[in-house]
């Protein structure tokens, strides 16, 4: 079968890498792709907002199956054109992909059906936004409402900090129509925890558990990124809270989601806060998360493609997935400035010397070719990825592999997992 990926990122990467894995698969198209992809899948020059020239692509390459890897042209309802075609696809529709797509829809769907998360307001005016953050006083957290790229959650220390917030969103208007309407809700503690399933509309199998390192720097300092590195299992997802992330979140979702007449077929990736052994959500992403896909995908024995076409064909009832008991680990090496303004066209050396290695895969993210050498693309870079018997020894494997690796202006996260191994040792 033949097969299209959408997106170039370090999560693509992995998808692709795990697809060539299937006896099922013959040809792998990436669109667009990146330096590492493009020596297991053909990358294709076609904008990925190009809907109708995609669909013209599938039909003349005869591809039997694509697979959405970023939220933007689910949102814009990729799945919506490819259906219309009878043509194959896993994701959302562009409905089910407001869940990620506008925070308002998504708390609203949340109060809706009883689905545990922050109490919140909605606000289209600034002065009434205002008043509520003087009224509920801080932390409290102001969330734009519509994608971001990651960047319109603003969890605020101090009053002045979520007014300034909200000013940036409604009267700046950084995030243009994203910004039209704000969301306050209260801030959460606890321990983050993300939480992926496949789900055809009407069967949800959970992946394993995994954790992301949203800030830039150690100790959860400095910006907020897309993410600096990830692990797999997060010890904090006990099979107990398992069971009630299945219970009280994800079975709710979906009942709910049928009650409303809204299929949802794809990935659904729950971003959690749990807190006293209590699962609260604080974000629904309607796809694969970037990066804990790169250290669940290694982990996972079953067959990606089977489980693709499970999807498309409803028949995941009849599927059952197997994970290895290995823990996995992805440190993120960044560009100089990332997540600001980052330099780009940079050489990276060292990567040749860890092909071949079974328990370190390096998922390429921002990188092309230049005058034949793999050099810097973008602010994320390469997601060194390890597996270990346990995350101690998944972290030494990445952390050693990434002293082989070395581009201008470098930089990566020394603590990827360091909070996990403490509580693995105690
Ligand atoms: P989101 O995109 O909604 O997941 O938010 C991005 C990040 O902001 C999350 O990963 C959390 O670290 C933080 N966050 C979001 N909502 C809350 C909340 N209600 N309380 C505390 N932190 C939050
Ligand atoms: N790692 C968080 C996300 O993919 O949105």
Same mark, same amino acid.
């Given at each position: ?18 697809? &060539? ?20 899948? $053909?990358?294709?020059?076609? /904008?990925?907002?190009?809907? +109708? ?30 259906? !219309? ?16 797509? &506008? ?35 801080? %932390?409290?957290?102001?969330?734009? @409402?519509?994608?971001?790229?990651? !960047? ?16 940036? *969103?409604? =009267? ?12 306050? $809700? ?7 925890? &993300? ?13 394993? /558990? ?7 720097? @150690?100790?959860?300092?400095? %910006? ?7 692990? +797999? ?18 079975? %709710? ?8 007449? *809204? ?23 309607? #796809? ?39 823990? /996995? ?11 600001? =303004? ?25 990188? +092309? ?7 810097? /693309?973008?602010? #994320? ?11 101690? $020894? ?5 952390? +050693?592999? *990434? ?9 990566? #996260? ?13």
């Amino acid at each position: 079968m033949k097969v299209l990926v959408i997106g170039g990122g370090g999560r693509e990467h992995a998808i692709v890498w795990k697809l &060539s894995q299937s006896d099922l698969v013959d040809k792998i198209y990436c669109l667009p792709g990146n330096a590492g992809i493009s020596e297991i899948a $053909e990358c294709v020059e076609l /904008s990925p907002g190009d809907f +109708s020239s995609i669909i013209d692509f599938v039909k003349y390459e005869w591809i039997d199956l694509t697979i959405v890897g970023p939220e933007e042209p689910l949102a814009r309802g990729i799945v919506d054109a490819f259906q !219309k075609e009878a043509r194959r696809i896993v994701g959302p529709c562009e409905r089910a992909a407001r869940l990620e797509a &506008s925070k308002v829809f998504a708390k609203d769907f949340m109060k809706r059906h009883n689905i545990p998360t922050a109490p919140y307001r909605v606000f289209t005016s600034y002065l009434h936004a205002e008043d509520y953050i003087k009224f509920k006083g801080a %932390p409290i957290v102001v969330k734009a @409402d519509g994608l971001a790229a990651g !960047k319109g959650v603003f969890v605020a220390k101090t009053v002045d900090e979520a007014i300034e917030a909200v000013r940036l *969103i409604m =009267k700046e208007q950084v995030f243009g129509k994203a910004g039209e309407r704000v969301i306050v $809700e209260d801030c959460l503690d606890g321990e983050e925890a &993300s939480f992926m399933a496949f789900t055809d509309g009407k069967t949800i199998i959970p992946m394993v /558990s995994s954790q992301d390192h949203k800030r830039v720097f @150690d100790n959860d300092e400095g %910006p907020n990124t897309g993410g600096m590195g990830a692990y +797999s299992p997060a010890p904090v997802v006990t099979e107990q809270v398992k069971r009630k992330i299945m219970s009280r979140i994800l079975m %709710p979702l979906m009942k709910g989601l049928r009650q409303e007449g *809204i299929e949802y077929r794809g990935i659904i990736y729950a971003g959690l806060m749990i807190k006293d052994g209590e699962p609260y959500v604080l974000e629904f992403n309607c #796809r694969f998360g970037d990066p804990e896909t790169q250290p669940v995908l290694m982990r996972m024995r079953s067959d990606l493609m089977k489980v693709c076409l499970a999807i498309t064909d409803q028949k995941l009832d009849e599927t059952r997935l197997l994970w290895k008991k290995e823990a /996995s680990v992805c440190v993120v090496l960044a560009s100089k400035g990332y997540p600001g =303004k980052y330099e780009k066209g940079k050489v990276i050396h060292g990567l040749e010397m860890l092909k071949g290695r079974k328990d370190i895969m390096v998922f390429h993210a921002g990188t +092309s070719f230049s005058d034949g050498k793999i050099v810097t /693309s973008g602010g #994320r870079v390469l997601g060194v990825t390890a597996l270990g018997k346990d995350i101690k $020894e998944a972290v030494k494997r990445a952390y +050693s592999a *990434i002293e082989l690796i070395k581009f201008d202006g470098m930089h990566y #996260r020394k603590d990827i997992a360091a909070k996990a191994i403490l509580r693995e040792n105690r």
